[in-house]
């Protein structure tokens, strides 16, 4: 499947992801010494909804963020992560010079992890699409303590793994439009902790057919490293819908990060879910030692 960043803004994926990725940002932040935030698959960094997603051949895609964070914008009675979720939301609207109510721009994950990093934080932003990278290149400019990277996102793992820090979270959030994606992600992960044993990697996924799924997590057994992994689905197995879900597995979890993600995950299948059999599950499949 294609799974470019800007077909999907705001999507149902982007809130599960967004929202999972401040928390992971969170958990990094308990520490006062730095980290590095290394993003392999940045895409252009923020979206502005309003212009339609064309496609290559010609035909609009009918925008997603309606029944995406659209269903979450402006409620009350959220959790505080999810209200916090929205307040970073809001904040690149008002960057983006929207300061009404609402919503017109969407952040991609660097800017949803810009907006959080501290003075001794850096994050470097990896795309590969040289379109999307001047985008993304420009966006930044006059930011501090971030670098743009024109290249494969699973070269830059080599390039900037160990950092000086020696902390890095480090988001793995390709388009899979490669048939190979899963087992590059593979390598890549496998690369990333032998040179960092205690990275924090995460990974996001789409759900498509179980069988690829569990075919991805059956070969991250072999790198004998802590993995959690969580998934929504807005439809149930039996779904016509071809992308019935999607999950985040993350290498070397933060502490007691599992329990933050469960708590969310129930309002988020109540408020995203489009038909029977919507659930979510967070679960280890390695347990810490």
């Not at 149902?12 to 990094?28: E, G, I, S, T």
């Not at 960057?95 to 994950?109: C, I, Q």
């Amino acid at each position: 499947m294609n799974y470019r960043h800007h077909y999907h803004a705001g999507n149902y994926a982007d809130v599960f992801k967004h929202l999972l990725l401040l928390l992971l940002v969170r958990a990094m932040q308990r520490k006062e010494k730095g980290f590095l935030y290394l993003d392999t698959h940045a895409g252009r960094g923020g979206y502005d909804l309003a212009v339609p997603s064309i496609l290559p051949d010609g035909r609009t895609r009918e925008p997603e963020h309606p029944a995406g964070i659209g269903r979450l914008w402006g409620e009350a009675g959220l959790p505080a992560v999810v209200n916090d979720y929205l307040a970073l939301v809001r904040r690149f609207n008002d960057r983006r010079g929207e300061t009404g109510d609402e919503l017109k721009f969407y952040p991609g994950s660097p800017w949803i992890a810009k907006l959080m990093l501290r003075p001794q934080d850096r994050m470097v932003l990896c795309e590969l699409r040289p379109d999307d990278a001047e985008a993304l290149d420009f966006d930044f400019a006059r930011e501090t303590g971030v670098k743009v990277l024109t290249m494969d996102g699973y070269t830059g793992l080599k390039a900037q793994l160990p950092p000086s820090e020696k902390r890095a979270l480090v988001l793995i959030d390709p388009p899979f439009e490669s048939k190979a994606e899963f087992a590059d992600i593979q390598r890549g992960l496998a690369d990333a902790v032998r040179r960092l044993p205690g990275a924090v990697c995460a990974v996001w996924y789409p759900i498509t057919e179980r069988a690829r799924t569990e075919d991805f997590h059956q070969a991250l057994l072999e790198l004998a490293v802590p993995t959690l992994f969580a998934e929504l689905a807005i439809a149930g197995d039996s779904s016509l819908l071809r992308m019935k879900g999607c999950g985040l597995l993350i290498l070397n979890p933060p502490w007691q990060i599992d329990g933050k993600i469960k708590a969310v995950l129930p309002v988020l299948v109540d408020r995203l879910k489009v038909e029977a059999g919507a659930g979510a599950v967070c679960d280890w499949l390695v347990p810490e030692k």
